[in-house]
């Protein structure tokens, strides 16, 4: 990705466990039920250890406005990365790290 730039840092405290923050991240199929003002489906296109594919339609139910996006989770590295593959935002990244407070 040549053209890439930081738009930005942030820190933010989460009530849960670190465990329950990567139950949440691997978690593809909640994306429509709990965010159903901005999913209308999700379909899982290929998933394994390192993370999933999916093909995210947003609402209101457009397929041809789908993403494809892509989750790698470094648990070693307390990071994982979601890249849009195809659709809006194309190549577009969004890394974060999950880690308890004496790791910072």
Partial sequence: MTNAFLAGTYWRRVGASLERIWENVLDWEHLPV???GSFA???LIDAGAGGWRIRLTP???DARAAQVLRLDVDKAQHGYRVTTEAGPRLSSENPRRACTERAL
């Fill in 34 to 36: 709990l965010h159903a």
């Fill in 41 to 43: 489906a999700v379909e």
């Fill in 59 to 61: 609402q209101p139910g």
